[in-house]
């Protein structure tokens, strides 16, 4: 090297070291602030292991993995983490479990991690104190294994804090949506004769009930992604509906969502997918599944479909400031006829069904919660021009739909089955129209819709 020019450069050095010079040239990635980690594990259960909740027949093979999908999100305050499980759902105790080992792990605070269920029926619920309360009372229900629970957590929270040590920068925040084609349809619809029903379930066999209107949904998946440049990080979608296909036959799977995820991983090798389900109390497949079990991948390749064309309508932004919040959410534990603690108790003793004792254990373990005056936490990770907000339980998708109008001068992707114990969150019309499914996986009193939509509307404002 020239002297004159090797002199010049240790003079530069010397100079940025001591703060005289600041380097004439920094890229975007030396410029950002945040980075981020993706991880992912295995949470498959063991053989034997209920699926939800001890509603159908528990786990007889592994058809394919249960997995969580995280990131580990630095540089905008304490860290903050989202994850998504391959399972039904987690609740009360077993969801503060969760987030209180993955908040250690990455050394944050545990309302700074937002975790949700993709809520797949041939999975398992977590819930650490209904099943201490069937096991108390030597039921023959049971809903999970509380070894296996601890296991799990800690495979997920030693992934999260593994993966900080190949964080990458963030400069860009990128959002793309997609039509999907033939896949939600809401559980209400009107008939023939033009009177409201309710019975569209998730596999729908009668031709009368698929030939009813779709109904009130939200037909976009939208995809929010994190770059470094030119380079993708990380992709997150989510689209609302119930993920099933058919369920109920011992055979655990991430059934048609876990598919197209798969799918699309192995279009972006180098960018991690992960996928949440969006508000879908109220949402199934049913129009478009007959449950023909040819339907799973049929209804995989839809969903991959829209999350293909999703990435690629992406438009990338610049990061600037990135928030945190969080809202607490109060609900109230239903008290209507065959819901207080006196008959739940009684059924947890007396029900001659297995599902009925596990009910009731779920009921109670939400009464307990509630009566302790413990809120549920509403988190918004926002990006200014996009947000990612995740709400509770089996919210209807009109919760959604909400949290979009909340804030439509921003890109809004809402992830559904957070906290889980409320079972179904409905809108006040499904009380009046008598919505058969508030008849027992149902554990809030009518009158939320006020408090949810007001939460939502605080946790969204900027």
Request: charged share 25%.
């Amino acid at each position: 090297m020239n002297p004159t020019r090797r002199d010049a450069l240790a003079t530069m050095v010397a100079l940025t070291a001591s703060g005289g010079l600041c380097p004439p040239l920094a890229t975007a990635a030396d410029e950002s602030k945040l980075t981020l980690a993706t991880f992912d594990t295995e949470i498959t259960i063991p053989i034997g292991h209920p699926c939800m909740g001890g509603g159908i027949a528990p786990a007889k093979e592994i058809v394919d993995p249960l997995l969580a999908h995280g990131f580990v999100l630095q540089g905008a305050g304490k860290p903050v983490v989202f994850v998504a499980l391959d399972w039904c759902e987690v609740r009360n105790g077993a969801y503060e479990l969760f987030r209180d080992k993955i908040a250690k792990a990455v050394e944050t605070d545990p309302v700074r991690v937002m975790l949700c269920s993709l809520h797949q029926h041939d999975a398992p619920i977590m819930d650490v104190e209904a099943q201490q309360l069937l096991e108390k009372h030597k039921a023959k229900g049971a809903i999970c294994d509380l070894a296996f629970l601890e296991k799990a957590v800690s495979r997920v929270a030693d992934a999260a804090k593994t993966s900080l040590k190949s964080a990458r920068p963030v400069t860009h925040i990128g959002t793309g949506e997609a039509k999907v084609d033939k896949v939600a349809s809401n559980r209400r619809y009107l008939d023939e004769e033009g009177k409201v029903r309710y019975n569209r379930m998730s596999a729908s066999r009668d031709p009368k009930i698929r030939a009813g209107e779709e109904g009130t949904i939200d037909a976009m998946l939208k995809t929010l992604s994190f770059w470094n440049g030119d380079t993708a990080l990380c992709g997150l979608s989510a689209y609302a509906t119930h993920p099933m296909s058919y369920y109920g036959r011992g055979g655990v799977t991430a059934d048609f969502v876990g598919m197209a995820r798969k799918k699309r991983q192995s279009d972006t090798k180098g960018a991690m997918q992960m996928y949440a389900s969006g508000c879908s109390g109220n949402v199934t497949a049913g129009k478009y599944n007959d449950g023909d079990t040819a339907n799973r991948a049929i209804l995989a390749d839809r969903i991959h479909a829209a999350m293909s064309a999703a990435w690629k309508a992406t438009k990338k932004t610049p990061v600037k400031d990135v928030s945190f919040r969080s809202v607490p959410l109060t609900l109230e534990a239903r008290t209507t006829e065959g819901f207080s603690e006196e008959a739940l108790t009684k059924k947890l003793k007396d029900d001659p069904k297995p599902f009925g004792q596990c009910l009731a254990a779920l009921g109670l373990s939400w009464k307990k919660r509630c009566d302790a005056g413990k809120p549920i936490d509403l988190p918004v990770l926002d990006f200014g021009g996009s947000v990612i907000a995740l709400l509770p339980a089996e919210s209807y998708v009109e919760y959604q739909l909400a949290a979009q109008k909340a804030r439509p001068d921003a890109f809004v992707l809402v992830a559904g089955y957070g906290e889980c114990g409320p079972g179904y969150i409905p809108i006040e019309r499904a009380w009046k129209e008598n919505d058969g499914n508030l008849s027992d996986w149902c554990w809030v009193n009518p009158g939320s819709e006020k408090r949810m939509t007001e939460a939502i509307e605080k946790a969204l404002k900027k």
